[in-house]
């Protein structure tokens, strides 16, 4: 059984939009796994050769206890049934106790299908009948919650303080050298380039997470997104203040 499973569309995913949160939890002695459902072989930049490269340095950076390519088409992600059975059966054998991916309204239509797959592959996964794979026993997890994405539409459930992993975070994150710039300032000529391969990608990283940090009181933060109530044993633990 794993804590938590970070599921993302493309390599990269994860770090961009919660690394800081995966080197929080990994420093709190969770144990935490990466699923990737492509290997972002339609991106614009960077061979396939490159890009496992960059994937495996992240991936020893954040010393995750699992992570996994999918195999699913790049810019092509689906909800489709035989997509949702190669999920499925990760969460059937690794039975992590929360789920953490995109949100129902996204940039990038890969990530917006992520989340229906793994929504409804949560849910399936719980089924013991005809129609879900059992050879590694039922499981669903406890909760699906979701990071936010370039849409800043969502109002967030809750902040995780990244500040003390806010530098190695840009680490993680330029580990994917092929796809963002390492000089974070340099002008490159807009026919040539992506929105993560640009200035303005690093303004809104930054800006976002002390935007997020700033709602709870500290530098930098990552913000998350719970469609339910949340059940609280001890409310002075989560509603104190950290600013005093």
Known sequence: MIDYLFIGAHPDDCEIFAGGSIL???????SVGILDLTRGERGSFGSMELRKQELDAATQLMNLDYRKTLDLEDAGVSNTRESREKIIAVLQELKPEILVSFPGKCRHPDHENTHLLVRQSMFLSGLGKKGSNTKSGIHRASALIEFIEFY????????????????KKKELVKCYSSQVLLDEKKKIDPKHTTLIKSPAFWNNFEGKARWFGSLVGVEFGEAYHYPFPLKLSNPLLHLQRSYK
């Open 152 to 167: 800043p539409d969502l109002s967030p459930s809750f902040v995780i303080d990244i500040t003390p992993y806010y530098q």
């Open 24 to 30: 929080h939890l990994k420093q709190l002695g969770a």
